[in-house]
């Protein structure tokens, strides 16, 4: 564990996780800007790690988490989105910006 090994290990494992869960939130977000945003975390922890030391790192990998927090438990709440499914989607593309068009004719009827 003396190795940034932990580091790239937990960024991605979180990353995986986050993707398997809840990539739906994401379909119609470019890949590009997905796969910089992980790039782009993985370079800030271990960055941060290296010159400050695991356990700064792991704090302000603690504290990206806090803005997800806020937005699915206040933010989209008040917006009325379900902040943990999503719902109703046209609501939620709307909010994104997305063309809700794209939506299914299955998906509005549920």
Do not use: C
């Amino acid at each position: 564990m003396d190795t940034m090994w932990f580091e790239l290990t937990l960024v991605s494992a979180i990353y995986a996780i986050g993707n398997i869960f809840f990539g739906h939130f994401e379909e119609q977000t470019p890949k590009i800007r997905r796969l910089l945003k992980y790039i782009l975390t993985l370079i800030l922890v271990v960055t941060i790690s290296h010159y400050l030391g695991r356990t700064i790192a792991l704090l302000t990998l603690g504290l990206l988490l806090l803005p997800a927090i806020y937005i699915h438990t206040i933010y989209l709440p008040k917006k009325g989105i379900n902040g943990w499914t999503g719902e109703p989607k046209e609501k939620y593309y709307e909010l994104r910006g997305w063309d809700k068009n794209l939506l299914t004719r299955k998906d509005i009827e549920k």
